[in-house]
């Protein structure tokens, strides 16, 4: 059953429980949440012995049937018309580079042998002009 059916199935119920015992409910949450949709199921039930009220629990059983269908599986366009992927390959061994220890979950790169530059000297031609390194 569609969202949008369930919802209106939810709606009706809503509107019939505030008209006729007062009871206000939320109509979006009654049409998601399972459990609250059976205690408002059990609700109707009790009330719907009253005289008059039998509609309320037509739609009770309305909305019960809605909330115990299956979901219909998504179907999507894309996936109508690609084959499934196949599983991610598996990442490849961590390898050191010089100098540091090998560290589990590292994965070799393209850029495994460029470094950041190291410090450098301060310009001697500016060693009169600031103070510190600041400029």
Do not use: C
């Amino acid at each position: 059953m569609l969202p949008s059916e369930k919802l209106a199935i939810a709606a009706r119920l809503h509107v019939l429980l505030r008209r006729k015992t007062g009871r206000v409910t939320d109509t979006e949450w009654l049409a998601v949440n399972a459990e609250y949709a059976a205690e408002i199921v059990r609700f109707a039930r009790e009330r719907a012995v009253e005289p008059g009220l039998e509609d309320v629990a037509e739609w009770a059983a309305r909305l019960e049937q809605a909330m115990a269908a299956a979901p219909a599986p998504r179907k999507t366009l894309l996936g109508a018309i690609t084959p499934p992927r196949a599983p991610a390959p598996t990442p490849a061994p961590a390898i050191a580079r010089d100098g540091e220890a090998r560290k589990p979950g590292w994965a070799e790169s393209l850029f495994s042998d460029t470094r950041p530059p190291g410090a450098q000297a301060p310009d001697d031609a500016d060693g009169g002009r600031y103070v510190g390194r600041l400029r």
